[in-house]
């Protein structure tokens, strides 16, 4: 079975804080997503990665970066956090960039900025 | 992009079918119509996707209407692990157009 795992299920940072978000896959998948997920807003991409130290942009960059240092991992960091960036944040992964293929989502990390 | 729309909220009885509609009247000719799902307090879940023709899986079946304005999920059997968010969306086949976007979906509610 395909494994995303993410560090932390639950965070809680104050502001200003910088705050690492790590994810792991275990399928040399090529591509990773992180999403962050608030009722009412549904899913909405922060950057993906399709290959090994490139990046996108996805719709909400700002306030974040990503890094990808290797294949199986791309973290999420947010450099100076703020009380707007509380919400639950997913990894995923996905073998390819083809429609046909799914992605697997990790089991969430809900990040609490006081 | 071309948006769907769901229902907020079904109920299904433990061990019966369960159909989870979806209407796309403005989908394009080459949009794939992908079904997610999400447990409580877990990520989303890839449950089935089709373009055309049905399509079975062994989490569901997926039936999309002749004019493809529309689509149903079909839990042939429901368990009360099916209770979740579902959540119907279109996949553009470019690159470019990765991520996913998901609406409100569909609360279902199983009861034993």
């Known amino acids: 079975d395909v494994k995303v795992t993410q560090s932390s299920r639950y965070l809680v940072k104050r502001t200003g804080e910088k705050v690492f978000l790590e994810c792991v896959q275990d399928m040399d998948h090529e591509n990773m997503f992180w999403y962050r997920q608030d009722p009412g807003l549904g899913l909405r991409l922060i950057y993906f990665s399709y290959d090994v130290k490139m990046k996108e942009k996805g719709d909400i960059p700002e306030g974040y970066s990503v890094s990808r240092e290797k294949k199986e991992r791309f973290s999420l960091i947010l450099e100076s956090a703020s009380t707007n960036q509380t919400s639950m944040y997913l990894c995923a992964s996905s073998h390819s960039r083809d429609v046909n293929y799914e992605q697997y989502f990790g089991p969430g990390t809900r990040l609490t900025v006081t | 992009d071309a948006k769907t729309t769901q229902p907020n909220s079904m109920e299904s009885n433990e061990e019966e079918p369960v159909h989870l509609p979806c209407n796309h009247s403005?989908?394009?000719?080459?949009?794939?119509i992908h079904w997610y799902r999400q447990l409580p307090s877990q990520g989303p879940e890839y449950v089935i996707h089709?373009?055309?023709s049905n399509v079975n899986n062994r989490m569901a079946s997926l039936a999309i209407a002749e004019d493809r304005k529309s689509s149903t999920l079909i839990l042939h059997r429901a368990t009360l692990r099916d209770a979740a968010v579902y959540y119907c969306i279109l996949r553009a086949p470019f690159f470019g157009n990765e991520k996913l976007t998901f609406g409100t979906g569909t609360r279902l509610t199983i009861i034993p």
């Open positions: 403005t989908i394009s000719g080459t949009d794939y």
């Open positions: 089709g373009l055309t």
